[in-house]
Structures are given as structure tokens and as C-alpha cells.
């Protein structure tokens, strides 16, 4: 079996590439990264073809100030000429994983070769999401922040052209069947943890402390859990926010800010267990993703995670013994549960623990390289079979 990786960007297309090199079916990876940067991963630089205008052109835009940004968006331009320089550049595999919005020429010119194809979607489907972030953003009086109308078509039309659609989560399959995907089109697979990156060092403190990490926007619902950590106004606590600052939420920070709530600025992979091993409990409370992998970092590093119906969690997190799942929006629910864990420090201690033998018994990238090989293995032996 030989695979090749189409990917615009990096995502966890890195950690399958490692997974397929080392079961010695990784055939090529293409991906808008250079190749000084994959072979980081330990991915050899004849298997990767760089792509790299995609990278440039996203990045350069990304420091536009947004009086100029708002007038155009180059998503769908920034899609179509990854897309078609994949296209170009694909070599006879047996299979082809694509990732979404990126993926439909390359989808079918491998059709033309004889190449069984995957689309790989690490969000809930994407009319879900359009719509649930349409109706978060109408919530908070913001403009809105969403796929371009042509990647939505686009991703429609990958959608039904590819043979087989691997998503991360249970909740993201909902998401599917409901939009009446077959679920025998879909491989369902959760992602994965490295142990060796993430993991657990002794606190340092007696600092109640939440922890926070990815992207501060509203998709990952950060306003939500601001404000309930601003009402719960608890002694001797504190709430980090590990990564970079979305305009969006400005207005929440100076609403709910305060001397307890300490941005912490991104940090580097390799770093972020130093910093989760301070904390407490993490808690993430998205609006939608397909499954968010600072999960299982976080359990890695002995956190119990407090996290939203539609992040993936509940794939990994089991309610009550490593953490707690609670509705999207649900700022009481997270109230009455860091209230909790506050009030229980040695409850909290011991899910945490729980948490940590959970990942590490069953969703290391390993765990996720065994249950992918297994799942392509069927789709060229087997098709339409339900993939779990």
C-alpha cells in the first residue's frame, strides 16, 4: 500500500505522514510547508513536494491590517492554486488523502490514475459550521468569520466526489449523517497525543489555575469561558491563555479582564507542557471543531478537561473521571464545575491522573497510526464498509 498526503498547511497531515513512513507506506507528501520544516517531522526530502506559494501568500496576507483585509478574502484564490499545483505534482499511489477545501482537482485527476481517494476533514461538515458560526457571530453583534461561499461549494463537491471522508469524532459524524453523508462513506478515527512532547512536570504553586490554549476566538468559544471565570471570582486562581489573540476578542477582555486572566502569548509545541503542568484544569469551550487535539496535550500533562459538546472531546474524555462535557454557551455549567474542582482539589488531582493513563492507553499517535493503516487497508480490500 503507497499513500500520498495532500495538505495546504500543516494540520496533523504531519503525524500520519510520520505514522505511514514508519509502517513504510508513505509514497509522497505534498504540502505548502518547505521541506526544511517537514524534515523535522522526520519526513525525508524525497517524499515531500513543497508548495510553498500557498504558505507565502497566506501568511503575507495575515499581516495586512484589516482595514485593508476587509475589503477582499483570498481563501478561495489561496485553495485553487494549492489545488492545482497538488494536481500537478501527484504520482501513482494507491491512495490519495486530501485535505478539504484544498483537495478537488487533485481528488480528480487521482480518480483519472485509478487512485482510491480520502478527503480528510478535521471540522464538523461544513454546512454545520457556516451555519452554528453564522449564529454565533449574529449573538455577538461581530462581523462575521467564515469559509468563503466558493470553498463551501468546493467542499460540497469534495464531499461527494471522494470515495471515502475521514473525520476525527463522533460529534463530527453527527454532523455528516445529518447532512446526509452514508455513514459507509466515512472512516472514523480520533487524532493523537506524543507522550514525548507532553508531559507532565511537578506545579510549582497552589494556584487554582485554568488553562486555556489555541487560538482566542469565538469559534473556540473563549468570550464563554472569560466571562465565567470573571463571575466565579475565585481567591487564589488564575486563568491562562496560551496562543495568539483574535481581534474578536478584544471587547471580552476589557469586559471581563482583570489581574487574574494573564495572556500568555503562543508558544512553540516543545514548550507547552511547561506550561500546562501549571495548571489545574483545562477547560475548552468551542462552538465547533472536529476534535481539539490541546485536549489530549492537556490530559497528557495530568489536566482534567472541561470541554463543549462539539469539540470532539467526548470521543477520549469520559464525563465524571477526566473531566467534564457540558453543553456549547453552557457559562453556568462551567461555573458550577470549575466550583467544583476548586472546592475538591484532591477530586481534581485524581481525574487529571485519570486523564493522563487515558491517553496514554489508547491515543497516542501510534494508537492513531494503527486504527488509520487499518482503516486505508479496508477501503482498498473492502469497500463500503463502515469505517470505525
Not at 45 to 62: D, F, G, P, Q
Not at 279 to 296: D, R, W
Amino acid at each position: 500500500m503507497k499513500v500520498t498526503i495532500s495538505v495546504g498547511g500543516r494540520f496533523h497531515a504531519f503525524y500520519l505522514a510520520q505514522q505511514l513512513l514508519k509502517r513504510g507506506y508513505l509514497k509522497q507528501l505534498i504540502t505548502s510547508y518547505p521541506k526544511f520544516e517537514v524534515t523535522k517531522y522526520g519526513i525525508p526530502e524525497n517524499k515531500v513536494s513543497a508548495v510553498i506559494i500557498k504558505e507565502a501568500m497566506a501568511r503575507l496576507w495575515s499581516f495586512l491590517p484589516s482595514s485593508l483585509t476587509k475589503f477582499y478574502d483570498p481563501q478561495y484564490a489561496i485553495s485553487e492554486i494549492f489545488d492545482q499545483e497538488a494536481k500537478k505534482r501527484l504520482i501513482d499511489s494507491d491512495i490519495l488523502v486530501a485535505w478539504s477545501g484544498f483537495a478537488l482537482h487533485t481528488l480528480r485527476r487521482a480518480k483519472d490514475m485509478g487512485i482510491k481517494t480520502i478527503l480528510e476533514r478535521g471540522s464538523s461538515h461544513i454546512l454545520y459550521q457556516t451555519e452554528i458560526l453564522k449564529e454565533e457571530y449574529e449573538k455577538s453583534g461581530l462581523r462575521p468569520r467564515f469559509a468563503h461561499p466558493k470553498i463551501v461549494e468546493k467542499e460540497l463537491k469534495e464531499y461527494e466526489e471522494a470515495d471515502y471522508i475521514s473525520i476525527p469524532s463522533t460529534f463530527t459524524k453527527k454532523t455528516f449523517l445529518n447532512h446526509e453523508i452514508p455513514e459507509s462513506k466515512l472512516i472514523h478515527v480520533p487524532y493523537g497525543v506524543d507522550l514525548d512532547s507532553f508531559r507532565q512536570i511537578p506545579k510549582e504553586d497552589k494556584v487554582f489555575r485554568v488553562i486555556h490554549c489555541g487560538g482566542m476566538t469565538l469559534r473556540k468559544g473563549v468570550h464563554y469561558l472569560l466571562q465565567a471565570f470573571h463571575e466565579l471570582n475565585l481567591l487564589d486562581s488564575e486563568l491562562w491563555l496560551i496562543g495568539s489573540m483574535g481581534e474578536e476578542m478584544q471587547p471580552f477582555f476589557r469586559r471581563f479582564g482583570n489581574s487574574k486572566v494573564i495572556h500568555k502569548g503562543p508558544y512553540p509545541q516543545n514548550e507547552l507542557y511547561k506550561y500546562y503542568s501549571q495548571g489545574s484544569v483545562f477547560v475548552i469551550m468551542s462552538i465547533e471543531e472536529g476534535l481539539a487535539v490541546v485536549q489530549t496535550q492537556a490530559m497528557a500533562c495530568g489536566l482534567p478537561v472541561i470541554c463543549t459538546t462539539n469539540t470532539g472531546g467526548e470521543d477520549i474524555i469520559r464525563d465524571g473521571l477526566d473531566g467534564f462535557i457540558i453543553a456549547i454557551r453552557g457559562i453556568k455549567s462551567l461555573k458550577e464545575k470549575l466550583s467544583y474542582l476548586y472546592e475538591n482539589r484532591d477530586t481534581c488531582k485524581a481525574m487529571g491522573q485519570s486523564a493522563k493513563e487515558r491517553v496514554s492507553r489508547g491515543f497516542t499517535w501510534d494508537d492513531y497510526g494503527d486504527r488509520m493503516v487499518k482503516a486505508y487497508s479496508k477501503c482498498i480490500e473492502h469497500p463500503n464498509m463502515v469505517m470505525r
